[in-house]
């Protein structure tokens, strides 16, 4: 069965240096997007992205985050200087359409530490 | 805004015994259901959806749930539980009404221990 993957599967950085979260979401899909979860939290919806361009961000998706694919293949999530806060489990999801019965699937995830 | 509670941290079951995992949700529409579990070191996995229709939905590996729309509640059942559904389920929805809104929003996340 086809499936999302994304690397890291850990990422260690320092407060205030960029990282980029990488997914490859499964081959035929076309509406990409990146939730996150803080230890002990809810799973937030960060983006989607569909067409090259963002559909629909959440609060947290601030200037500081920034996605792109930049091949056929990949999605990414950039954070440009990265805070302690940004510290989370980062999820890559896939769908195949927007459609109202879609689902998502999902990747296992990014654990991003900042320190 | 749409918002989907999980009351249960954890649960803890007896192998073969039926299990049931509890969510409520709020949406100022009608609502979009979804289950999913998560094995450690995996991503998340769709287990079922309701939409539309039938109250009592059936998904993968004899998972059920059943949408109450009076007490807002989609609760996911199974009848018998096995050592393998030891995991962690997230309940989440979408609102229906949101049109070009592609977000879901999650529970917290349960963790189900079923013990031999």
């Known amino acids: 069965e086809p499936e999302v993957t994304q690397t890291p599967s850990h990422q260690v950085t320092q407060m205030g240096q960029e990282v980029i979260l990488r997914c490859v979401p499964i081959?035929?899909?076309?509406?990409f997007y990146w939730y996150r979860q803080i230890l002990g939290q809810k799973v937030e919806f960060l983006v989607s992205?569909?067409?090259?361009?963002?559909?629909?961000k959440s609060e947290i998706f601030d200037d500081q985050f920034s996605v792109e694919r930049p091949d056929g293949s990949n999605f990414t999530l950039k954070i440009r200087s990265t805070k302690l806060e940004d510290s989370a489990m980062y999820f890559c999801?896939?769908?195949?359409?927007?459609?109202?019965?879609?689902?998502?699937?999902f990747g296992p995830g990014t654990r991003l530490t900042v320190t | 805004a749409q918002s989907v509670a999980q009351p249960e941290d954890q649960v803890n079951v007896a192998e073969g015994n039926p299990l049931t995992v509890k969510c409520t949700y709020s949406?100022?529409?009608?609502?979009?259901l979804f289950w999913y579990v998560q094995y450690p070191n995996r991503g998340l996995q769709f287990l079922l959806k309701?939409?539309?229709?039938?109250?009592l939905v059936k998904g993968s590996y004899g998972f059920e749930a059943e949408f109450n729309k009076s007490q807002t509640s989609f609760h996911l059942k199974k009848p018998s539980a096995l050592v393998s559904d030891s995991a962690l389920y997230f309940c989440?929805?979408?609102?229906?009404?949101?049109?070009?809104?592609?977000?879901?929003?999650f529970g917290k996340g349960t963790k189900l221990s079923v013990i031999p």
């Open positions: 999801a896939s769908s195949l359409t927007s459609g109202v019965t879609y689902e998502q699937y």
């Open positions: 081959s035929n899909h076309l509406y």
């Open positions: 992205f569909y067409n090259n361009e963002i559909s629909e």
């Open positions: 949406v100022s529409g009608n609502p979009y």
């Open positions: 309701y939409i539309t229709g039938d109250n």
């Open positions: 989440a929805v979408r609102e229906s009404s949101g049109a070009g809104s592609y977000q879901l929003t």
